[in-house]
T-cell receptor, first 113, second 114 residues
Framework: QKEVEQNSGPLSVPEGAIASLNCTYSDRGSQSFFWYRQYSGKSPELIMSIYSNGDKEDGRFTAQLNKASQYVSLLIRDSQPSDSATYLCAVMASGGGADGLTFGKGTHLIIQP | DVKVTQSSRYLVKRTGEKVFLECVQDMDHENMFWYRQDPGLGLRLIYFSYDVKMKEKGDIPEGYSVSREKKERFSLILESASTNQTSMYLC?????????????FGSGTQLSVL
């Protein structure tokens, strides 16, 4: 059983600070990693993907991957109240395929003005 | 702009009814998926399809069936609705056959079975 673990939160961060969201996964053969953002009452939307060890930056967002530790994180710099949402980590096992994509249960992030 | 449309935002049905949830995508995507999302349980895959008339079971297919007669349309069927099928149902699509990268989600259908 492939597992993707996230702290459910809520994680409360003051406006302008860095929000750090973490995710661990059990399948060592996993190849692709995704972060989805889901606003309350809305559907998830992809905000970051990362495939190799290290950091990947896109605007205020940085995804970090450490395959040896089976750990992926999302950093949000200069946090804004509009970043308040649930963030879902999704991990794709080797070989791809829809049944290989496992979602974590999400971390609820609250940015305090 | 990319669009995945689910026919109903809210549905209320009675136990034992046959329920159809419809999903249409306008992006010519090969892959389509049905998930359900429940508090504390996250997103769980019910069924998916890589091609017309093709379907594969996901993690929780029991009590559900699907139909994909046209590339752009993927229907989820609850043959005899039960209260434990009360949930948010999310349809999604992605481009590449047999390979899941970016998923585009519909806005969801909140189904209540009474």
């Amino acid at each position: 059983q492939k597992e993707v673990e996230q702290n459910s939160g809520p994680l409360s961060v003051p406006e302008g600070a860095i929000a750090s969201l973490n995710c661990t996964y059990s399948d060592r053969g996993s190849q692709s990693f995704f972060w989805y953002r889901q606003y309350s009452g809305k559907s998830p939307e992809l905000i970051m993907s990362i495939y190799s060890n290290g950091d990947k930056e896109d605007g205020r967002f940085t995804a970090q991957l450490n395959k040896a530790s089976q750990y992926v994180s999302l950093l949000i710099r200069d946090s804004q109240p509009s970043d308040s949402a649930t963030y879902l980590c999704a991990v794709m096992a080797s070989g791809g395929g829809a049944d290989g994509l496992t979602f974590g249960k999400g971390t609820h992030l609250i940015i305090q003005p | 702009d990319v669009k995945v449309t689910q026919s109903s935002r809210y549905l209320v049905k009675r136990t034992g009814e046959k329920v159809f949830l419809e999903c249409v995508q306008d992006m010519d995507h090969e892959n389509m998926f049905w998930y359900r999302q429940d508090p504390g349980l996250g997103l769980r895959l019910i069924y998916f399809s890589y091609d017309v008339k093709m379907k594969e079971k996901g993690d929780i297919p029991e009590g559900y069936s699907v139909s994909r007669e046209k590339k752009e349309r993927f229907s989820l069927i609850l043959e005899s609705a039960s209260t434990n099928q009360t949930s948010m149902y999310l349809c999604a699509s992605s481009l590449n056959p047999g390979l899941v990268e970016k998923l585009f989600f519909g806005s969801g259908t909140q189904l209540s079975v009474l």
